[in-house]
C-alpha cells in the first residue's frame, strides 16, 4: 500500500520541491496551501504523515496541528514540522502543539526522507491493532516491547512469547504440554518443567508492578493468565 504524505505550505516552490522528492522516493503526495485546504483534504482522505509549515496565512501550522489533536479521528497522523531560519524558537512550542519531529528550512531532502521513515516505524509500531494489553500491560507485536505502569520492560525471547501467547489467549487453562506446544513449538524438545522455570521469570517481571498474580497456577491443571489480578 502506498503511504499518503499531506505537504501543507503556503510557499508554491518548497511545495513543488517537496513533491517531487517525496514523489521519487515513492510516497503519494497531496498538497494544501492553506490550514483550510489541509482540513478538507484530510477529511476526504485520512494522510499517513503530514509536513506542516509553520507559517502558514490565517491558521497557523502550529494551530492546525492543536486543533488535529483533539480530533479523535485524526490525532494519531504523525507531523513534522517545518520551520524557517530564525524560527527555531519556536520549536518548543510546535512540538508542545502536538507535532512529532521538527526540521528547520531549507529542507535538506535525504535528512527529511530518513526523518519520515522513522516517524512512520514509529507511528507504525504503536498503532493499535499492533498493541495486546491487558490491565496495566501494553505488548508492541511490531517492535516486541513490553511497557508495563508505561514503563518500557525488558523480556527475553522466551518470556516475551509466553506474555504473548497469554495477553492473545487470556482467561484459559493450559497444560504444560500444551504451552510447549503452542509457545515454543512442536518440533522442540524441551522438558516440561522448562515451562515452570520460564513461568517463574514471567512472575517475577511482573512483581515488581504488582500483577504477578496474573500468571495463576491451576493445581494438577496447569496455568491461566487472568486479567483479575489477586486469586
Ligand atoms: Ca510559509
Given at each position: 500500500m502506498t503511504t499518503r504524505v499531506l505537504i501543507i505550505e503556503d510557499e508554491k516552490p518548497i511545495r513543488e520541491m517537496l513533491r517531487f522528492a517525496l514523489e521519487r522516493a515513492g510516497y503519494a503526495v497531496d498538497e494544501a496551501g492553506d490550514a483550510a485546504a489541509a482540513t478538507s483534504l484530510i477529511s476526504r482522505q485520512r494522510p499517513d504523515l503530514m509536513l506542516v509549515?509553520?507559517?502558514?496565512?490565517?491558521?497557523?501550522g502550529v494551530n492546525l496541528v492543536r486543533s488535529l489533536r483533539r480530533s479523535e479521528i485524526n490525532r494519531d497522523i504523525p507531523v513534522i514540522m517545518l520551520t524557517a531560519r530564525?524560527?527555531?524558537?519556536g520549536r518548543v512550542t510546535g512540538l508542545e502543539a502536538g507535532a512529532d519531529d521538527y526540521m528547520s528550512k531549507p529542507v535538506a531532502i535525504k535528512e527529511l526522507l530518513a526523518r519520515i521513515r522513522a516517524l512512520l516505524r514509529r507511528s507504525r509500531g504503536f498503532s493499535k491493532n499492533e498493541t495486546l494489553q491487558a490491565g496495566t500491560i501494553r505488548l508492541n507485536i511490531a517492535t516486541h516491547q513490553v511497557a508495563i505502569d508505561g514503563k518500557s520492560v525488558h523480556f527475553r525471547q522466551t518470556e516475551y512469547r509466553l506474555l504473548k501467547f497469554f495477553l492473545q489467549h487470556p482467561e484459559r487453562v493450559y497444560s504444560r504440554g500444551q504451552l510447549l506446544d503452542l509457545v515454543?513449538?512442536?518440533t522442540v524438545y524441551v522438558e516440561e518443567r522448562t515451562v515452570d522455570v520460564h513461568i517463574l521469570r514471567l512472575r517475577k517481571l511482573l512483581k515488581p508492578y504488582g500483577i504477578?498474580?496474573?500468571?495463576?497456577t491451576v493445581r494438577g491443571a496447569g496455568y491461566r493468565f487472568s486479567q483479575s489480578v489477586g486469586s
Amino acid at each position: 500500500m502506498t503511504t499518503r504524505v499531506l505537504i501543507i505550505e503556503d510557499e508554491k516552490p518548497i511545495r513543488e520541491m517537496l513533491r517531487f522528492a517525496l514523489e521519487r522516493a515513492g510516497y503519494a503526495v497531496d498538497e494544501a496551501g492553506d490550514a483550510a485546504a489541509a482540513t478538507s483534504l484530510i477529511s476526504r482522505q485520512r494522510p499517513d504523515l503530514m509536513l506542516v509549515d509553520w507559517m502558514l496565512p490565517e491558521v497557523s501550522g502550529v494551530n492546525l496541528v492543536r486543533s488535529l489533536r483533539r480530533s479523535e479521528i485524526n490525532r494519531d497522523i504523525p507531523v513534522i514540522m517545518l520551520t524557517a531560519r530564525g524560527e527555531e524558537g519556536g520549536r518548543v512550542t510546535g512540538l508542545e502543539a502536538g507535532a512529532d519531529d521538527y526540521m528547520s528550512k531549507p529542507v535538506a531532502i535525504k535528512e527529511l526522507l530518513a526523518r519520515i521513515r522513522a516517524l512512520l516505524r514509529r507511528s507504525r509500531g504503536f498503532s493499535k491493532n499492533e498493541t495486546l494489553q491487558a490491565g496495566t500491560i501494553r505488548l508492541n507485536i511490531a517492535t516486541h516491547q513490553v511497557a508495563i505502569d508505561g514503563k518500557s520492560v525488558h523480556f527475553r525471547q522466551t518470556e516475551y512469547r509466553l506474555l504473548k501467547f497469554f495477553l492473545q489467549h487470556p482467561e484459559r487453562v493450559y497444560s504444560r504440554g500444551q504451552l510447549l506446544d503452542l509457545v515454543w513449538g512442536e518440533t522442540v524438545y524441551v522438558e516440561e518443567r522448562t515451562v515452570d522455570v520460564h513461568i517463574l521469570r514471567l512472575r517475577k517481571l511482573l512483581k515488581p508492578y504488582g500483577i504477578d498474580s496474573m500468571v495463576q497456577t491451576v493445581r494438577g491443571a496447569g496455568y491461566r493468565f487472568s486479567q483479575s489480578v489477586g486469586s
